[in-house]
């Protein structure tokens, strides 16, 4: 890959600079002959954020702000390869899209600056490697490069690796925050639309886990409606199960859920008590199990990590019991004293048993002293949730 190194001031740049706040459109300068953001590029993510001011501070106290990096497509036209973020930060202040804090703490658009400071932006000297090779090269050099400032996210890069009409496509559903859905699948996903985490659930759900693949094969379909229809069934599916949305719901293992239980039936009104029976019992320690714990037909009581017996009630415990086993010439564990066996009268150690609710917590037994026995391991793990 070839790189020729450049000089562009912040005036050359910005001709004809146009920023458009709906997601999912490329922004454009140096007379439209630079793409700022090409399709694989992340959302700009400095938005209300210090990043885009200290940017503009940069400029004018005359620090640099780093190298950047133009794809050259043609030999006419340009991408911005690495440098995105601060090249739209410096657009749209110069379009007045926010103001700066002046040395007496007023705020300033551009257009309100004083005519030697919008010079000392505009005539500010931006260092630029401009590359030029093949696809697959500068789709590398752009995972290399991104290693300083805001990380990229995984699907970032994968965006930028299987760059097409795909993801540009699933960008456009997934990755834009004026998407009226966004609230609702918010429930059930966790993390940023802006850093592409509701396209990487999309892409994860349908795929299981093997989003490289999935992109890979898909990357130059002209619709996403496969990858819709998919997500949007397993959204529907758990919105008609779980018609109470809980913040614990976020980021669970929806779709594995849907694969394992969404042809079994489900009464909703019924699901909806016993979803808050469990978020109101203070023995169930693992709120984000109830959900998996009802769908499996309440059986697995290790999803929701039951509270346990403390060392103290699990002492008194094996006193008494011990206590009374030994006057009885019995065993102290309850079942080995009720067998034939050589452990009929055998007195464990407490190290060598287990506390097990009397009546197992899954049938309204408490964790409490009272419903409280030890048994030898062998015994309590048989027992189950007898």
């Not at 886990?209 to 819709?228: A, V």
């Not at 019995?330 to 066996?341: M, R």
């Amino acid at each position: 890959m070839n790189t020729t190194l450049t000089t562009y001031t912040v005036r050359k740049i910005c001709d004809g600079f146009v920023y458009n706040e709906l997601e999912g459109r490329g922004l454009f300068g140096l007379s439209g002959k630079l793409t700022i953001q090409p399709e694989y590029q992340r959302n700009y993510i400095y938005v209300e954020r210090k990043q885009d001011v200290a940017v503009i501070d940069s400029l004018l106290k005359g620090y640099p702000i780093g190298l950047i990096y133009f794809n050259k497509v043609t030999d006419t036209n340009l991408e911005v390869l690495d440098g995105q973020q601060r090249i739209t930060s410096i657009g749209r202040f110069v379009t007045n899209k926010f103001a700066i804090r002046d040395e007496n703490g007023m705020e300033q658009y551009y257009s309100g600056l004083a005519k030697d400071k919008q010079d000392i932006i505009m005539d500010t000297e931006l260092l630029v490697y401009e590359c030029e090779g093949t696809e697959s090269q500068i789709k590398e050099w752009f995972k290399t490069i991104n290693i300083a400032g805001v990380s990229l996210k995984e699907q970032e890069i994968l965006n930028a690796v299987y760059s097409g009409t795909f993801v540009t496509l699933a960008k456009q559903e997934f990755s834009n925050s004026h998407n009226a859905n966004i609230k609702k699948w918010g429930a059930y996903i966790s993390g940023s639309v802006d850093r592409q985490a509701y396209l990487e659930c999309a892409l994860d759900w349908i795929s299981q886990g093997q989003i490289d693949n999935y992109l890979s094969s898909h990357r130059y379909d002209t619709n996403i409606n496969e990858l819709k229809t998919h997500f949007n069934a397993i959204i529907d599916w758990i919105s008609t199960v779980f018609t109470d949305v809980e913040t614990e719901m976020r980021g669970l293992h929806w779709a594995e859920l849907y694969r394992k239980y969404h042809d079994q039936g489900y009464n909703s009104a019924e699901v909806a008590i016993q979803v808050r029976q469990l978020r109101d019992d203070p023995y169930v320690k693992n709120k984000r199990g109830i959900y998996e714990y009802i769908l499996g037909g309440q059986k697995d009581t290790k999803l929701l990590d039951v509270r346990v017996f403390d060392d103290a009630t699990k002492r008194d415990v094996y006193n008494h019991q011990t206590t009374a086993a030994k006057s009885q010439e019995a065993s102290n564990c309850p079942h080995c004293a009720l067998g034939h066996e050589a452990n009929q009268t055998k007195i464990w150690t407490i190290k060598d048993m287990e506390a097990d609710h009397v009546t197992a917590w899954s049938k309204d037994g408490t964790t409490s002293k009272e419903n409280c026995q030890l048994l030898c391991k062998t015994h309590n793990r048989a027992k189950g949730n007898r």
